[in-house]
């Protein structure tokens, strides 16, 4: 046997260092989560021909370097594939037995759930959407799902496709399901279901297939009822027709017994003529619209403005949140106590395309550096773009307008998380053009978020060149910076630096000795990203590392987020 040598002992210390380190490192509370959520799925549900096999959770390894190991998981899809943020889980085909897994809970950010074709049986859980409340699509079908269909269902905010079909549900299909305003498709086909189905507005009829091969359904598009509120909805429906026949007789009669004069007929002519082009175009703008409108929702849910004005109760002056130059935004409270940040732009044509932009660059780039997109809405000439909502406001706030006491370590991690937004956005080849402490929000733990991409600029075939395009963004990150270290309004600065020279004021605040070795590290990388020659700055990406290097070597406990997932 080994006995101890000095090697080996400082070996183990390393071993020690290195494991430390590994239980120490921060992991996003929400990611933690997600992987929690497919562990529990994973470990709910038997798995006999093994589909399952890639998703293993023992590699501590994998768990501390990739943040993105979930991602390669079979059937599992990220938000991007640099973070374990689950956006869908496919188990469609799988052979998987057990109940419907509620471990599901955990994906917090979960879009798409599709268990087809599979063994799971029992009931579904009559609080599911609160397990998953931003789902817009969920496939049960095909699978030995049993019980009633829950009322619960009816309260998904965002589902667009429903199917229920080829299971052994029974009882009635609750008829709230009719408050599912985004329901695009819906099967229950091949179940035990009797009763009356959703009286689904006339805009939303579903064929009858969509019923087929269930006990006893009956109600439109199926046959009648025997009894009960149809044969009401029928009576109304026959009183409109017969009222429509007995006003188009009359009107023959009439026009056959008073003949129309050259006159009248021309005036009809004439109103008609000028009336065409006005028409042609109310219904070529609707059509660009709908264009537009079905674009968008690739991106981001839409949602109604009944919706909209509930959640902030009218759009109540208490719930103001801020007043921008682009709209005001308002905090909304769905009725299951969610939060969003609602954005009602102000009604001009000059915010269409900034309207456009935001949603789709927040839309197809998600990253945890910036602003959550939910939704939008757009009605008449209203625009609304919907955020989760980000309860300490923006940093310009806390810097200037709070009593929130922010202490150098605290700034210095906001300094570096909107750096390392920034840099994953040039990365992109993304511009955002207007960044400023306004438009950076904090989270419930301080942690940056960029928004306001309505100025962004998107080069998807590369048109810009680096770096000259990104100075506008690393010059407008260097006065935030100056912010943050000296807690002052970039206004300031700009007025008490002569003819502009930044720089030179910079190298003044640092021999006024009030700022430490760490504050002056910072304020040197502030003045090289707003110095006179533009040559010289650097890029995004270096000047995050440059920050993460002043932390690490200030405060070598300070846990920081080390690697930089390009
Ligand atoms: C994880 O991230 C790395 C680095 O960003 C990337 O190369 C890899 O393809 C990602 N893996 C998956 C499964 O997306
Ligand atoms: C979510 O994860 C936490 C932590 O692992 C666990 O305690 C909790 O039971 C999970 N929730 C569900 C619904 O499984
Ligand atoms: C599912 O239902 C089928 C048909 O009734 C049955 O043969 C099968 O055993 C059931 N599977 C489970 C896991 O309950
Ligand atoms: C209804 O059941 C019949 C016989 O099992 C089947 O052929 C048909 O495809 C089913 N209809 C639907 C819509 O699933």
Redesign the pocket.
Known sequence: MDHLSPISVSGRCWLLLLLLIIVMFPMSESVQSDIDCLRSIKESLQDPLDKLSTWQFNDIRAQTF?Y?YT??FNGVECWN??ENRIISIQLSDMGLIGEFPQGIANCSSLQGLDLSNNHLYGSIPSHISDMMPFVISLDLSSNNFSGQIPVGIADFSYLNVLKLNNNFFSGQIPQQLVYLQRLTSFRVANNLLSGPVPAFPNSLTFPPEIYANNTGLCGYPLDPCESGGESERDAFVSGLLVGWAVFFALSLVVGWFIPLDKLTINFIKRRWVMMTPRLQSLLSSHRTDNTMISMLERFATRMSFSELSEATDNFSENNVIAIGETGTTYKGTLTNDRCLAIKRLFHSTNLEHQFQSEIETLGRFRHKTLVQLIGFCHEFTDRFIIYKFMPNGSLHHCLFSSNINMEWPLRMRIAVGIAKGIAWLHQNRIVHRGISSKCVLLDENFDPKISEFGKATISLNGEFSLPSCYEEDIYAFGMVLLELITGKKHEEFINSSEGGDMFELISKLQATGEYDDGMCCFLRIAGKCVECDPGNWPSMVQVYQMLIGTTRREDSDTKNEIQF??
Do not use: R, V
């Open positions: 990739y993105n991602c390669s594939n640099d997932a390009d």
